[in-house]
């Protein structure tokens, strides 16, 4: 059984977000929702502190610019420490939720 | 937006450690991100009150918000960072305060290069009767140099004494020069006798300055100055201008 | 898309701010220690009566602080080949540690022994420091027995003695100084005198002499 993530869950959702390209706080809600087909739910202003974190910890940059509404925006950008962050917590989760499916799917067919 | 305002307020307030840029920068996202949700609810029917209400209930508590937020502005580096910009600030004033003290500084480069202007020839002329001389010796870190010399001075008895000009600067301007150098030196005449030389006092404007006189004996034309103090010690025969140069 | 006006990493450029800060301000201490400008230390107070008194660098045998005569007050006993010399300096918001005076004793070996009397008074306070200090050549002497007299109290006692065994030996030196800490009813009725004995290993007597005075200083 793989070890708990050492990540936020919603930090690595965030950056497996940024992998598919820059993006602003709220236009990374909207992904969430629409990708998540509307099952992922959060209260939307917890995002900020996670992104303000991930910026300290050099996993993200950020940048203002003009956004498709005209309007300007701070946009996030994945960097390569933290491409390299998700990729091995995505691994990490993987085989945690690998090992849990597998216990859960025991007892399913037990019961 | 004043309800936004609200909310953002609300949000800084538990971030205790930021400069107001961070601080800014927060707040400047927050309401961007709450005027983006509140436009998508008004394009989907509500009105702009009800809109802007659910926006910011949408955003969940602001105080949780901002102590999550907190946590991501530590103080660390801030410390230091303000420490250091005070101590900086107090430098620079004191620096600005005691700008007059290089004056010293000054003082002393220029008895090195004029020592006229720095001494008892405050215009800068000497009076007809001082030849201006130049001789330097070299006492630790400390320069001596004698500028003038008055073959015939008369003084308050009307009796006639040489009278010497007498400077000591350091050879770093930022230091202090030595004040033995003009209290302690002494003439001798060619017999090797001292001389009674009535002191002129000294001052101090960053160099030492003072002027020394003395009798000399009938048909002596010059002396030797002497200066033997704690393990320099110093000695050179000094002829009295000419007749050529003294009127 | 990505229009990289301004990449900020807030824990970074904290970071960069404080050490650029910190960097710039001890290069201005630097400079101004270099300059003159302020006396951070008391051995800059110290280095600056040298330049004063004309004397070659001195190695620092023993610092006084006497707090229970003034807070602010330091006295540095020092040496070199040539002499011996006691710094009093003040520590002033203004300026930092600077020399107040320092009398300076020959110590050529061609005494016996050389010994100086610097007085301290306060005018705020009615105690005084009456600093002794000297060095010793002969090396039959081992030993020095000071006394201070006050004349104006007491003309043919003695208000304070003192024994002195050890010396600090630098720059081949002995060198000794005990400050006496006296009190006295009225400043102007102050006339001391101070007397030193010498003796020999063996305890024999070798000589007595009245001490010079070396100078005072009156401190606000």
């Known amino acids: ?111 | 937006m004043e309800l936004f305002e609200t909310f953002c307020q609300q949000v800084c307030r538990e971030v205790r450690h930021a400069t107001p840029e961070e601080r800014d920068s927060i707040r400047r996202e927050l309401r961007d991100h709450l005027e983006d949700r509140a436009e998508a609810l008004q394009s989907s029917g509500s009105d702009e009150e009800a809109a802007a209400q659910a926006a910011v209930e949408a955003m969940g508590d602001p105080a949780e918000i901002g102590r999550a937020m907190n946590r991501q502005y530590p103080l660390g580096w801030l410390i230091l960072s303000r420490l250091s910009g005070a101590l900086l600030l107090l430098l620079c004033l004191y620096i600005l305060f005691t700008l007059p003290l290089f004056g010293s500084a000054y003082n002393n480069l220029r008895c090195r290069i004029s020592p006229s202007y720095g001494g008892r020839f405050m215009s800068g002329a000497a009076p007809e009767s001082v030849c201006l001389t130049d001789y330097r010796w070299t006492v630790g870190g400390s320069v001596l140099r004698v500028y003038g010399l008055e073959p015939t001075h008369m003084d308050a008895n009307g009796d006639s004494r040489v009278r010497v000009y007498l400077c000591a600067y350091n050879r770093n301007p930022f230091r202090c020069a030595s004040e033995s150098l003009v209290r302690d030196v002494v003439f001798l005449d060619e017999s090797g006798n001292e001389l009674e030389r009535l002191y002129g006092g000294s001052g101090n404007t960053g160099a030492w300055y003072t002027t020394i006189s003395f009798p000399l004996p009938e048909g002596e034309n010059g002396f030797t100055l002497y200066y033997d103090s704690h393990g320099y010690q110093l000695e050179e025969y000094i002829p009295l201008p000419g007749e050529e140069a003294a009127p | 898309m990505s229009d990289h006006k301004s990449v900020k990493k807030t824990e970074l450029s904290r970071r960069k701010k404080a050490l650029r800060r910190t960097a710039a301000a001890l290069a201005l201490v630097f400079f101004m220690v270099l300059t003159n400008l302020y006396g951070f230390l008391p051995i800059q107070a110290l280095r600056n009566q040298e330049d004063r008194s004309g004397v070659r660098r001195t190695e620092t045998l023993r610092r006084d602080y006497l707090p229970q005569v003034h807070p602010f007050t330091l006295f540095y006993l020092s040496c070199n080949e040539d002499v011996v010399m006691l710094t009093s300096m003040r520590w002033n918001l203004l300026g930092g540690w600077y020399p107040v005076y320092a009398p300076v004793l020959d110590c050529d070996g061609s005494e016996p022994v050389v010994i100086g009397e610097y007085s301290v008074t306060y005018s705020d306070l009615d105690r005084y420091i009456v600093y002794v200090f000297g060095c010793v050549s002969d090396p039959d002497i081992a030993s020095l027995q000071l006394s201070v007299t006050d004349l104006a109290r007491d003309p043919n006692g003695i208000s304070d003695t003192c024994q002195v065994t050890e010396f600090l030996e630098a720059e081949g030196h002995r060198v000794f100084a005990h400050p006496f800490l006296l009190s006295f009813e009225d400043a102007r009725e102050r006339r001391i005198k101070v007397h030193a004995d010498t003796y020999r290993q063996d305890g024999g007597w070798i000589r007595g002499f009245e001490v010079p005075w070396s100078g005072s200083t009156s401190m606000g």
Request: aromatic share 8%.
């Open chain 1, 1 to 111: 059984m793989g070890r708990k993530q050492t990540m936020d869950h919603t930090a690595l959702l965030v950056l497996s977000l940024l992998s598919q390209g820059d993006m602003y706080g709220y236009q990374m809600i909207a992904e969430l929702e629409r990708q998540s087909d509307h099952t992922f739910e959060m209260k939307e202003g917890t995002l900020y502190p996670i992104l303000h974190g991930l910026e300290r910890s050099g996993a993200v940059e950020s940048y203002r610019t003009q956004a498709p509404s005209g309007r300007e925006r701070k946009y996030y950008r994945l960097t390569e420490k933290g491409a390299a962050a998700l990729k091995a917590e995505a691994e990490q989760w993987r085989r945690y939720s690998h090992s849990v499916n597998a216990v859960l799917e025991q007892a399913m067919g037990l019961a």
